[in-house]
Nanobody, 124 residues
Framework: QVQLVESGGGLVQAGGSLRLSCAAS????????RGWFRQAPGKEREFVAA????????YYADSVKGRFTISRDNAKNTVYLQMNSLKPEDTAIYYC?????????????????WGQGTQVTVSS
């Protein structure tokens, strides 16, 4: 069994910040690329950010570019999503994902492991 567990979600006012964390357990994921996706009510799951195993390559959806930062600490098997300048349209359930590759991708179907999600709600 492998698990990804997100934390850090909550309610925040527009313009505020949140830092999401996703810790891996059961097996090491230090050599796995990681990603963040989100799903708002009535909408399909959307790519947010991804990071390679080394952390040297990062990718962002246009909607979050310049506001969100993905990072990882392989020693802790943890990936982070720093979210600044939050907007109401950022409201969604945020999911952490991992794939057994060094290379990050932006397509949800290519990720093997998923967390349970953490709710982020941005009020105006």
């Amino acid at each position: 069994q492998v698990q990804l567990v997100e934390s850090g979600g909550g309610l925040v006012q527009a313009g505020g910040s949140l830092r999401l964390s996703c810790a891996a357990s059961g097996r090491t994921f230090s050599n796995y690329a990681r990603g963040w996706f989100r799903q708002a009510p009535g909408k399909e799951r959307e790519f947010v950010a991804a990071i390679s195993w080394s952390g040297g390559s990062t990718y962002y959806a246009d909607s979050v570019k310049g506001r969100f930062t993905i990072s990882r600490d392989n020693a802790k098997n943890t990936v982070y999503l720093q979210m600044n300048s939050l907007k109401p349209e950022d409201t969604a359930i945020y999911y952490c994902a991992a794939r057994p590759s060094l290379v990050a991708v932006t397509t949800a179907s290519q990720y093997h492991y998923w967390g349970q999600g953490t709710q982020v709600t941005v009020s105006s």
